[in-house]
């Protein structure tokens, strides 16, 4: 049961935030081993005064767009679910939101307690 929290600036609309949420979903459950309809997700929208992130690091260039996965998660996975699971999100939600990858970035955490 991955816990998600979404963090992002206002300016996206309710239909892009549910489309994020599937896509998210979609991605978690091809890659990550979680059971189909097994979904906690909080989407956060944080003002531009307090959403602060370097635009350069680690990436080509973060717009306003950019969107913060945090994924907490029960069940340790592979390097490899955890790779192909950031690949099928960038590219889910380039192809469908147009969202670039730099503007992407997907943090995981394991909670086995």
Same mark, same amino acid.
């Given at each position: 049961?991955? =816990?998600? *929290?979404?963090?992002?600036?206002? %300016?996206? /609309? &309710?239909?892009? +935030? ?34 602060? =992130?370097? *635009?350069?690091?680690?990436?080509? %260039?973060? /717009? &306003?767009?950019? +969107? ?46």
């Amino acid at each position: 049961m991955p =816990f998600t *929290r979404v963090s992002l600036r206002p %300016g996206y /609309s &309710d239909a892009q +935030i549910a489309q994020i949420s599937d896509l998210l979903q979609q991605s978690l459950e091809a890659e990550f081993a979680v059971p189909p309809g097994d979904r906690f997700q909080i989407f956060e929208e944080i003002p531009a005064t307090r959403h602060l =992130f370097d *635009r350069h690091y680690k990436s080509g %260039g973060r /717009s &306003d767009k950019f +969107i913060q996965f945090h994924i907490l998660a029960g069940k340790p996975r592979t390097a490899a679910q955890k790779q192909n699971l950031c690949r099928r999100l960038c590219e889910e939600l380039h192809r469908t939101l147009a969202i670039h990858p730099d503007d992407v970035m997907v943090m995981i955490q394991f909670n086995t307690a």
